[in-house]
């Protein structure tokens, strides 16, 4: 099964859809509601409401590395790139001028909660307006996204180290 689609809708229009497995958050979700049952289990009622906040801190850093997966799908999941008048759309929202947009970069990340490959627009002048299109994807996928992408927008593919 793919973890992905592209499809192109004419010469103007591409859309890329990544799907995410919601099967594999069910050890995350258990791992979390074990912990959060051993806090509640083990302190007494007036240490856990001294350790109220400081407890919800803790169990919302967790989750966060838990499905740190879900959240960047979530983030990423759907785009629909679309050139009018020159101009690049994305979502239907303007991005940039075209002459704007230099290459389709990608870059191996070495995070701590981001291994993998990234995907990303890049955008003169150096700026925020890159557009990230996915982090943590194999090699093999972030290449071939990158090449139908620099295919669609008739710019090269440029691999960062």
Request: proline letters at 2%; one cysteine or more; a neutral charge.
């Amino acid at each position: 099964m793919e973890k992905y689609e592209i499809m192109q809708n004419g010469d103007n229009e591409m859309t890329i859809s990544f799907y995410f497995n919601k099967k594999s958050l069910i050890i995350p979700w258990i791992i979390f509601f074990s912990i959060l049952l051993l806090i509640i289990c083990k302190l007494k009622p007036e240490l856990l409401a001294e350790t109220f906040i400081s407890i919800i801190i803790a169990m919302s850093a967790l989750a966060y590395v838990l499905f740190n997966d879900y959240f960047e799908w979530y983030r990423n999941k759907f785009h629909v790139l679309s050139i009018r008048n020159e101009d690049l759309y994305i979502n239907n929202k303007f991005h940039c001028k075209l002459f704007k947009l230099q290459s389709v970069n990608v870059i191996y990340l070495n995070g701590k909660y981001s291994l993998g490959w990234m995907v990303y627009l890049d955008v003169f002048p150096i700026s925020s307006n890159d557009y990230i299109i996915k982090k943590q994807l194999k090699e093999k996928d972030a290449h071939e996204i990158a090449e139908k992408i620099s295919i669609f927008l008739d710019r090269n593919v440029k691999i960062e180290s």
